[in-house]
């Protein structure tokens, strides 16, 4: 499947339609089973205030693989994402609540580079903060 979106019809500045991720606790169990990540900060409240965070947090490739949907949905194909990286900022706090926490992400075309390709600049925050950093992402369009 190649990717839906064309070369020629991107523009430096194309803004990628935003997102919003909810991230509950389940959420964390789901993807600790996923990926084997076990790590206490992200399923034990007392062991995360132990080591000195506010509350339990999502896993940051938890964060980054929900950041990137964005680009993979305008995309239409997963395998058009032939680069991605990011730092991570700030952690994505999640309440033990019925909320849970809220990955809000937009994502813009920051370059266009040769072969078909683009460079995309993605902003996430959750709770006001901003959460990931250097976000970029380089996609092979049709």
Same mark, same amino acid.
């Given at each position: 499947?190649?990717a ?5 019809e991107?523009?430096?500045?194309? !803004?990628? +339609?935003a997102a ?5 606790r389940?959420?964390l169990? %789901?993807?600790?089973?996923a990926s084997g990540d076990f790590? +206490?900060i992200?399923?034990? &409240?007392?062991?995360? =205030?132990?080591v000195?965070?506010p509350?339990v @947090?999502?896993?940051?490739?938890f964060? $980054?693989?929900?950041a @990137?949907?964005? /680009?993979? &949905?305008?995309a239409?194909d997963p ?6 990286g990011v730092?991570?900022? =700030?952690p994505v706090v999640?309440p033990?609540? &019925?909320?849970?926490?809220? @990955? !809000? /992400? *937009?994502?813009?075309?920051a370059?266009?580079l040769?072969?078909?390709r ?7 925050? *959750?709770?006001? %903060?901003?959460?990931?950093? $250097? *976000?970029?992402?380089?996609?092979q369009l049709?």
């Open positions: 499947m190649a839906k979106v064309s070369y020629e991107v523009e430096v500045g194309t !803004e990628l +339609p919003s991720f909810p991230v509950t389940a959420t169990v %789901q993807y600790a089973g790590n +206490p992200h399923w034990n &409240d007392k062991f995360a =205030k132990e000195g965070l509350d @947090i999502a896993h940051g490739m964060t $980054m693989a929900e @990137i949907r964005v /680009v993979t &949905d305008w239409g395998a058009a994402v032939v680069e991605y730092r991570f900022t =700030k999640v033990n609540d &019925d909320e849970g926490a809220l @990955i !809000e /992400v *937009s994502a813009k075309v370059a266009k040769d072969d078909n683009v460079r995309v600049d993605l902003t996430a925050t *959750s709770a006001g %903060q901003k959460v990931l950093g $250097m *976000s970029r992402a380089v996609v049709a």
